[in-house]
């Protein structure tokens, strides 16, 4: 039988609900030893309002995008232990992510290009998207982001957090129209302090409350747009 070990117990795969699995703790945490060749750490969310564990700069590129995507209500690192049986031989796999969304869960293994398609990695990964497909979730082999993208949302990251945004020059933008602008005409288009508008012109952008085309480096010239529904 297909099973989910939590911090709190063992359930049938089945019976793993959203309000059991939001109520998991990481399954197991990172480890720090001299010359680990991993960069370790916590990433404070906006999502969870609380940090949340990485294992390696890989899974930390990961987390960030998860974090910018607003269809992703909820984040568990290393949520539980898949158990099952796999041509007669018990297999066991702690999944790096799950992202409750506002459709189907979805499964996160994070692995690098280069080692994804190794024999051994393949063969758990497809055991694991067998598993987790009979439940109706998604799973996803999280690799490198693209590169203009991930800088684009790193920088934006850093006016995640409302708290450190003057709320007056936001609510001075939010009562702003900004379509087809550039981001440099829609903060001269506001009185205030420039500075102040700029970060909380940056945290809309990072809520996209406004969009523009992140796949392109971000600049004064970078055109505003509407948010763009979903």
Do not use: C
């Amino acid at each position: 039988m297909r099973r989910i070990a939590v911090d709190i117990g063992e359930v049938p795969a089945h019976r793993a609900t959203h309000d059991l699995l939001r109520s998991a703790l990481p399954f197991r945490t990172f480890r720090w030893y001299y010359g680990q060749r991993h960069y370790s750490g916590s990433y404070w969310s906006a999502t969870m309002s609380t940090h949340v564990i990485y294992e390696s700069r890989l899974e930390l590129s990961r987390l960030l995008m998860a974090d910018f995507d607003q269809s992703v209500k909820f984040t568990v690192a290393q949520p539980f232990l898949i158990r099952s049986r796999v041509q007669g031989v018990v297999r066991h796999h702690i999944p790096d992510y799950l992202l409750l969304t506002d459709a189907n869960p979805v499964l996160v293994d994070v692995k690098p290009r280069e080692h994804a398609n190794d024999t051994k990695v393949a063969e758990t990964f497809a055991w694991v998207q067998n598993v987790i497909e009979s439940l109706g979730w998604r799973f996803e082999i999280a690799s490198e982001q693209p590169p203009v993208l991930l800088d684009n949302v790193r920088f934006l990251a850093g006016y995640r957090r409302p708290q450190s945004i003057n709320e007056p020059a936001l609510r001075a933008l939010q009562a702003t129209s900004f379509d087809n602008v550039t981001f440099g005409d829609a903060v001269r288009s506001v009185d205030g302090a420039e500075p102040l508008l700029r970060a909380a012109l940056l945290h809309m952008l990072w809520t996209q409350e406004v969009s523009t085309d992140l796949s392109k480096v971000l600049s004064s010239q970078s055109i505003l747009n509407p948010r763009v529904a979903s």
